[in-house]
């Protein structure tokens, strides 16, 4: 039913285009002059940036959303609102329906609380401690310094609040779900019971491009994996090469993963094979690259040991392939650094080398990018490696994988399972959450589509995506829950470029008081 005093305006779409720094042009009206100010707490519409704000005060990393959870109950006590919390950290909070719409369906609005944490190289930021230094953009966005922002979700659980803390709101009961963990295996999602989820119609505010309806997505699965290598301590004969790499574009492991970008991780191990193939024997002494599955290595290091009669063909040979990753990776990397030296100081040289240097190698193919595609050539089923590193006699690896079928996770599980073999490896932990199966039919998504048609004049989009959403998880305690996922526009999600334009959270505001009000 509509409301006579629904918000309908005309307004300008932003079109998501690929994030070029200082390059990227956007349709928004905001210009320079207008984004002269101190705060995000200025921006439009002000509370919601305001609770944005106080996330970003709140250390939050997966695993460590305890402070988020605090806020959120002290948000229900000063607004007087039921809220109930699980044991892992999971908030309900309960609006009830405006007057004359107590006989419609209670709508749950759900987000996760939890952000992913990677950083620049150079960024001193202990995201176990320090708040989120956010800075407005000439081009229209909040962006971070130095790392992610967490605007994935952080942006979906201000959204949430502003709706629920609105005393002028028309709508139904309003259920706001806050889970923790969602960037590592949906801990919270997964540990929902029913009593959380009783409201038959949903939307997810978690995806990231305005005007697009997300009505599925894909399953997952994790995996740790740990080599127990060969040790032996560095003969005299022998020198350290040093090689870095820094600025590759990194991004989403789903929704960047078909876009050809180069993984810090593999090309360290790629640099390692070339001398191999030449008959270098060069072992591997210290490596790391990546700070969690989901994300794309954008930076890493690593110390090589060669004999000291081959040091200036190695460096030669590995000179070489950094000029030809830079130019292979040209388009979609193209601020790539190498840089490559001989270390000289005896304080900085390891002491050891692993002898299982060639297994090492063989991790690079856990990386296993897209390897199946729908018929409109969507990834189905990709795998990203998106940690490694050596410590104390141990390679440990961390990986992502997923599928949005049943056979493409039997697929992608077993060809893993082989390549580990292979690195003569083991994997210690996996866990798997499932795929998001679409309904075209869904009332969620007409209701939806209609309203963005009438505030925008555009029509919505309605899409599959290669990432992991909670949806598919919480219809699990529900299985006539109706859901959709919609959001504003995130740009470089799990990188330290991570942005959010600011209109378009204006227009996503607007967008769901109307879904609200129409349901």
């Not at 409301?3 to 305006?9: A, C, P, Q, R, S």
């Amino acid at each position: 039913m509509a409301f006579e005093e629904k918000v309908v305006v005309s307004v300008n779409v932003v079109i998501k285009t690929p994030r070029q720094d200082k390059t990227r042009q956007d349709t928004t009206p905001y210009d320079n002059k207008d984004l002269i100010m101190n705060s995000i707490r200025e921006l439009t519409p002000q509370d919601v940036w305001n609770y944005f704000a106080d996330l970003c005060e709140i250390p939050h990393v997966s695993g460590n959303e305890a402070g988020i959870t605090a806020y959120l109950q002290e948000f229900a006590q000063t607004h007087n609102l039921k809220c109930k919390t699980s044991p892992c950290g999971n908030v309900l909070i309960v609006r009830p329906a405006s007057a004359d719409l107590q006989h419609k369906p209670a709508v749950i609005l759900q987000a996760h609380t939890d952000m992913v944490g990677v950083k620049l190289e150079t960024s001193q930021h202990d995201f176990a401690i320090d708040p989120i230094q956010t800075t407005i953009t000439p081009d229209g966005t909040v962006t971070a310094v130095g790392t992610t922002l967490g605007a994935d979700d952080g942006i979906g659980v201000a959204l949430i609040l502003c709706l629920l803390a609105d005393p002028n709101l028309h709508a139904p009961e309003l259920h706001g779900l806050f889970t923790v963990s969602e960037e590592t295996d949906m801990v919270g999602a997964n540990a929902l019971t029913p009593d959380f989820v009783q409201a038959n119609l949903g939307i997810n505010i978690d995806s990231e491009d305005l005007g697009e309806i997300c009505i599925g997505c894909a399953g997952g699965t994790s995996f740790d994996i740990v080599q127990n290598s060969e040790i032996s301590s560095i003969p005299d004969d022998y020198s350290i090469l040093q090689v870095k790499i820094h600025h590759a574009t990194g991004g989403h492991s789903g929704i960047d993963a078909d876009k050809g970008r180069i993984n810090a991780a593999c090309a360290l191990l790629s640099l390692t094979e070339s001398l191999w193939e030449n008959s270098i024997e060069a072992y591997i002494c210290n490596i790391k690259a990546g700070y969690v599955r989901n994300s794309i290595p954008a930076e890493g290091e690593m110390m090589l040991a060669v004999q000291t009669a081959f040091t200036d063909k190695a460096l030669s040979i590995i000179e070489e392939n950094c000029e030809r990753l830079t130019s292979k990776f040209v388009k979609s990397d193209p601020k790539i650094l190498f840089s490559t030296d001989i270390l000289t100081e005896a304080a900085n040289k390891p002491s050891v080398m692993l002898l299982s240097t060639p297994d090492i190698i063989n991790f690079r193919k856990l990386n296993t990018r897209v390897i199946e595609h729908d018929d409109n050539q969507n990834p189905l089923t990709s795998c990203n490696l998106g940690y490694l590193e050596y410590s104390e006699g141990h390679v440990t690896a961390k990986l992502l994988a997923r599928y949005s079928t049943p056979s493409g996770k039997t697929l992608i599980e077993q060809t893993i399972a082989q390549i580990v073999t292979q690195c003569k490896a083991k994997i210690t932990e996996s866990s798997s959450y499932p795929f998001w199966e679409p309904n075209y039919q869904s009332p969620m998504l007409q209701t939806a589509a209609s309203e963005f048609k009438n505030l925008t004049g555009h029509d919505a989009k309605t899409t599959v995506i290669h990432a992991g959403l909670e949806c598919g998880i919480i219809q699990q305690q529900n299985s006539k829950l109706d859901v959709i996922s919609i959001g504003p526009d995130v740009f470089g999600a799990h990188s330290p470029k991570e942005c959010v334009n600011i209109k378009s959270v204006e227009i996503c505001h607007i967008w769901l008081k109307n879904i609200l009000a129409s349901i």
